[in-house]
């Protein structure tokens, strides 16, 4: 049997994974990461009640509860990167960030350095570790979290245990209510990664200058004002402020385009619009499982956002860093600064940065 730390958030999933270690009878003790240091909203950010419920999981399973801070990591390695990101006018993914930063990095040393074997998570995905480690979808395809974790690598998947990647998350509610966890029926984190729910506007405009524009038709008609294109994103339908104009469909604006330029937020009516859909996209920063990609040019699977069903699609690699991916059919809102993940089967191969959506006109040029 193995000596396997838990990163023990509070939530019902790692208190799971932490029991399911534990009656296969290894040898389990648990970590509760508090890496943001809250000075405001503090009732939306509930980290003392995470680990005050950490504490009763640890107590009721007869393991050890260590607690640390990587807010230093946090901020260095993600949360810049992130109002970097914004500042830049795209729109990232910092879960992913912080999986391969904090969770799997910073976390997989620290546990390494009291002595653990391995680390276990409560995320829904599969490994496979013959001969080369393999990232496979959870079986639950509501809850399979491959997404956010196709920046890990061949050691950070080698060292870490997904306990749940066979289980439905009822089945994982079943199993905390049977072990008499008061966690059972919380309700799932959302929000940022380890900053969790805010009121996002106003909480992003505490790191980055409002820097306010036109809100523009794809006629070039002025209809409104914007207060920074870093606070909206493509598909985005709330809070464009520009509702019940004459002249028009009567149907809802949605942000189609940013102009980064000549700061211009372009929106258009119609929530399948043409100017939401591209069949084509431009990525970097590409990041492949096995350590190289499948080849030059292949067809997979892809998303382009968590939980989105998987999207038939030909990649074509640009260099070792960027590539460009042909999807089968167009696709709505793709969106610079998130990432775009590719499967084959239920196997995780992968993914990169979007950089920008073609448009049709320029990707059969």
């Known amino acids: 049997m193995s000596n396997i730390i838990v990163g023990l958030s509070g939530g019902v999933d790692s208190a799971v994974a932490a029991l399911l270690l534990k009656q296969q009878g290894h040898d389990v003790a648990a970590v509760f990461m508090k890496n943001w240091d809250e000075d405001d909203e503090k009732d939306q950010c509930p980290a003392e009640q995470d680990l005050a419920d950490a504490r009763a999981i640890a107590r009721q399973l007869g393991i050890e509860l260590h607690t640390?801070?990587?807010?230093?990591?946090?901020?260095?390695?993600?949360?810049?990167?992130?109002?970097?990101?914004?500042?830049?006018?795209?729109?990232?993914?910092?879960?992913?960030?912080?999986?391969?930063?904090?969770?799997?990095?910073?976390?997989?040393?620290?546990?390494?350095?009291?002595?653990?074997?391995?680390?276990?998570?409560?995320?829904?995905?599969?490994?496979?570790?013959?001969?080369?480690?393999?990232?496979?979808?959870?079986?639950?395809?509501?809850?399979?979290?491959?997404?956010?974790?196709?920046?890990?690598?061949?050691?950070?998947?080698?060292?870490?245990?997904?306990?749940?990647?066979?289980?439905?998350?009822?089945?994982?509610?079943?199993?905390?209510?049977?072990?008499?966890?008061?966690?059972?029926?919380?309700?799932?984190?959302?929000?940022?990664?380890?900053?969790?729910?805010?009121?996002?506007?106003?909480?992003?405009?505490?790191?980055?200058?409002?820097?306010?524009?036109?809100?523009?038709?794809?006629?070039?008609?002025?209809?409104?004002?914007?207060?920074?294109?870093?606070f909206y994103t493509i598909g985005q339908r709330q809070g464009l402020g520009i509702g019940g104009r004459s002249n028009t469909s009567g149907e809802p604006w949605y942000v189609t385009a940013k102009d980064i330029e000549y700061n211009i937020l372009r929106v258009a009516q119609g929530v399948n619009h043409p100017a939401l859909f591209s069949q084509s996209l431009l990525a970097s920063e590409l990041h492949w499982i096995a350590g190289k990609a499948p080849g030059h040019g292949f067809e997979c699977s892809a998303r382009i956002r968590h939980q989105q069903p998987l999207q038939g699609c030909s990649v074509t690699l640009n260099g070792t860093q960027g590539c460009s991916v042909r999807f089968n059919r167009p696709q709505r809102a793709i969106t610079a600064g998130q990432s775009v993940v590719f499967y084959r089967g239920d196997e995780c191969l992968g993914g990169a940065v979007i950089d920008a959506a073609i448009p049709e006109r320029k990707a059969d040029q």
């Open 68 to 230: 640390v801070s990587f807010s230093a990591e946090y901020w260095n390695r993600v949360f810049a990167h992130f109002l970097a990101e914004y500042e830049a006018g795209r729109t990232p993914s910092p879960d992913i960030i912080c999986n391969r930063e904090i969770k799997f990095r910073a976390f997989l040393d620290y546990a390494t350095g009291l002595g653990a074997d391995l680390i276990a998570t409560g995320h829904y995905a599969r490994i496979e570790k013959s001969p080369v480690v393999r990232l496979l979808r959870g079986i639950d395809a509501d809850k399979d979290q491959t997404y956010f974790l196709h920046t890990l690598d061949q050691a950070q998947l080698a060292g870490s245990l997904f306990p749940l990647g066979g289980l439905t998350k009822q089945a994982v509610r079943e199993l905390a209510k049977q072990a008499g966890f008061a966690v059972h029926a919380k309700k799932d984190s959302t929000g940022i990664c380890f900053i969790g729910e805010r009121r996002f506007s106003a909480f992003l405009a505490q790191y980055v200058q409002k820097n306010p524009g036109e809100i523009r038709t794809l006629d070039d008609e002025v209809i409104g004002q914007h207060e920074g294109l870093m």
